[in-house]
């Protein structure tokens, strides 16, 4: 008869979870003003957007995080959208290149984003666009990039 201790995961060797340097916050209440994001977006090289398209945006996900550094500026974002029932996506995950934490708060806020979905929305695929330095950080949260050979492709519409 097998002892239920030798059925037990040890758990003492997994990772802490990753944390904001001192004096960040990481927000999830109003999002931040379309204007605000417009600069970040605009800072990480993504192309300009109208202020109400990314309001509508805004408006029709589901949640957002917001990561500001100790100045209050906005230095980090991602926001989710879903189906609710078979598949979640995040939306232009960013950290601005100018902060000196900028792989920290990538690596908080994908931490973060995955634990609220896998909590919250338990059996969805997820996906998302990512820059490529978020990279690194994906694969430490167990993203592959192009398992078996998937290939995902967008269309910016104008």
């Given at each position: ?89 995040l939306w ?42 978020a990279v ?23």
């Amino acid at each position: 008869m097998k002892t239920i201790q030798s059925l037990l995961i040890p758990f003492r060797n997994l990772p802490s979870p990753p944390t904001l340097p001192q004096g960040y916050g990481i927000e999830s209440g109003d999002p931040p003003a379309a204007t605000e994001l417009q600069e970040l977006l605009l800072a990480c090289g993504e192309p300009p957007r109208k202020p109400e398209r990314l309001e509508l945006a805004l408006q029709r996900s589901i949640w957002h995080l917001s990561v500001r550094n100790p100045s209050g500026e906005l230095v980090g974002f991602v926001r989710a959208t879903s189906d609710l029932a078979l598949n979640a996506n995040l939306w232009n995950l960013s950290g601005h290149p100018g902060d000196p934490h900028r792989d920290q708060v990538v690596l908080v806020l994908i931490a973060t984003a995955l634990a609220r979905l896998r909590r919250e929305l338990p059996g969805c695929s997820i996906s998302l666009s990512a820059p490529p330095e978020a990279v690194k950080a994906l694969a430490l949260q167990g993203f592959v990039l192009d398992p078996g050979g998937i290939r995902a492709m967008g269309l910016g519409l104008s």
